[in-house]
T-cell receptor, first 114, second 114 residues
């Protein structure tokens, strides 16, 4: 599955900087999901977006994190003023519709905060 | 809150040994169940899924899983593992009617010795 693209694959940021993670879904997919995997833990849901809409952001930290999926271009997960605890692998997944319940994952972005 | 528990965090087997990875979930309603695999350096790939029907589900690469509703379990099995099965395995669940967010277990790292 080479369809879901994420970049960068690795990102190093100093504390206080901003991190921008990009996700291009598979062709024809209009539903995007972001998950975070902390060290030694499973993936945790963060946010679910459709084009121009946030459908479910129940897993997003209340501060510093935001996500968007514009009409044109990739979905962006933005982390402002990063802290060491934000170091994790961030995975994006896409699906053609919500009802398929089958999500295709990208390779992930490994964020390291120094 | 809905949760998924994988009992084995790290499993080491020799080639040709049989594999069973445990997965239990904590939701009493209708669920859709998945096993994903992540080979070293690669993205998550779907191994198999259960939505309804025959509780014994066959997936790719010789894997199968059995849904036992009374036990809230969805264990993954393979009769004879290969070195190439070395990977991390994640069980996940979506409860019908929610926004499509996957709830993942903590993952099981499988190491197969040649």
């Amino acid at each position: 599955n080479a369809g879901v693209m994420q970049n960068p694959r690795h990102l190093v940021r100093r504390r206080g900087q901003e991190a921008r993670l990009r996700c291009s879904p598979m062709k024809g997919h209009s539903h995007v999901y972001w998950y975070r995997q902390l060290p030694e833990e499973g993936l945790k849901f963060m946010v679910y977006l459709q084009k121009e809409n946030i459908i479910d952001e129940s897993g997003m930290p209340k501060e510093r994190f935001s996500a968007e999926f514009p009409k044109e271009g990739p979905s962006i997960l933005r982390i402002q003023q990063v802290v060491r605890g934000d170091s994790a692998a961030y995975f994006c997944a896409s699906s053609p519709t919500r009802d398929t319940y089958e999500q295709y994952f990208g390779p992930g972005t490994r964020l390291t905060v120094t | 809150a809905q949760s998924v528990s994988q009992h084995n965090h790290h499993v080491i087997l020799s080639e040709a040994a049989s594999l069973e990875l445990g997965c239990n979930y904590s939701y009493g309603g209708t669920v859709n169940l998945f096993w994903y695999v992540q080979y070293p350096g690669q993205h998550l790939q779907l191994l198999l899924k259960y939505f309804s029907g025959d509780p014994l589900v066959k997936g790719i690469k010789g894997f199968e899983a059995e849904f036992i509703k009374s036990k809230f379990s969805f264990n993954l099995r393979k009769p004879s593992v290969q070195w190439s099965d070395t990977a991390e395995y994640f069980c996940a669940v979506i409860n019908s009617g929610n926004t499509g967010k996957l709830i993942f277990g903590q993952g099981t790292t499988l190491q197969v010795k040649p």
